[in-house]
Structures are given as C-alpha cells and as structure tokens.
C-alpha cells in the first residue's frame, strides 16, 4: 500500500500521507469493537421502506459483508492541526456516492453532487495498521451511534434487536478504527 510506512505513531498527522486509500470503518461501542457497513433493505423489519438503505450502520461482528457495503475510499482534502480532511466515497456500485450528514445528523450515501463537505479525522493512536480516531462532520460534531434526538423512534432490525445508525446530533462519545485495506 503506497505511503503506509510514512505513518507513525510519533506523528500521527502522518496518516496524511494516505492522500488516496480504501479504508474500512469500525466504531468502538461501549467497549466493544464493530464494523461500520452501509445499511440495506434486507437490515430493517419494514422492508418496503426505500430511503431505509446506504446508512451508516453497525454491522454484525463476525459477519460477512460486501465489500460494497464495508470498503470506502479516502480521498486527502487538507489538513489542520490536530484534524485530517478526507472526503469519502463508496467503493463498487455505489463509487459516485460519497458519505454526507442528513438534516438529522445520520450518516448515508449521496451522489456526490449533495455531498460537498469533507469529514475531519482526528488521530488519537496509529498502531501499526489502524488509526484510532475521533470523526466529526464539517460543523466539528462528533460522529457517534445513537438516533437523532427527536426522532419519532429507532428502526426495528428484520433479525430483531435495532438498527444502530451512525449520527452527528445524537448524545455521546463514538472512538473508530480506520483501517487501511488492500
């Protein structure tokens, strides 16, 4: 992978040299490690409902997933102090589509077109093969796992249980894992 050995825990800053990267995501929650995926109609009990797909979801650990559904790519924007500037795109079928916050904070797909603003990075540890970081969305909100805060309820998952959507406005502190791949 090109510049990875440019990375170092003595700078973290240093995951900048990653200018171009697919990249999966994981979130920390509370105290346990899960894959970030993009949601699909099969995740949710109503099913009919289109706009329930390309949300930024916890997946199952352990689970196989679509690399479509799992990979992102990493495109350097600029950087500040103590922040990294990444705009990021989905991988496969959903390749022109970039990540962008709804009016309610949650995390999906849209065509790049709707998604102009680029997310901030900001690195905490990098151990060798995985930058441990805070995400926040162009306004400085921090990225973390709940529903926006006056949301009418959560998504039922078609496996029982939730749907655990990423989000900007909801309450609490969200650590991940961006790992380079491939």
Request: hydrophobic share 35%; proline share 3%; net charge neutral.
């Amino acid at each position: 992978m090109k510049n990875i050995e440019k990375v170092t825990n003595d700078d973290l800053m240093s995951f900048s040299n990653l200018t171009l990267v697919n990249c999966t995501l994981d979130v920390i929650q509370n105290g346990v490690t899960y894959p970030v995926v993009l949601s699909q109609r099969d995740d949710y009990a109503n099913q009919s409902d289109s706009t329930l797909w390309d949300w930024l979801v916890l997946g199952n650990r352990g689970a196989v997933v679509d690399d479509a559904r799992r990979i992102f790519k990493f495109k350097f924007h600029k950087q500040e102090p103590n922040r990294i500037y990444y705009h990021i795109w989905g991988t496969s079928d959903r390749s022109a589509k970039k990540i962008a916050r709804s009016d309610n904070g949650y995390l999906g797909m849209y065509v790049s077109a709707d998604a102009k603003n680029p997310w901030k990075v900001q690195p905490l540890e990098w151990d060798g093969k995985r930058l441990r970081c805070f995400l926040r969305d162009h306004d400085g909100n921090r990225v973390t796992v709940g529903e926006y805060p006056e949301s009418a309820g959560r998504y039922i998952g078609a496996a029982g249980g939730y749907v655990e959507h990423l989000n900007t406005f909801a309450e609490g502190v969200s650590e991940f894992f961006v790992t380079p791949v491939g």
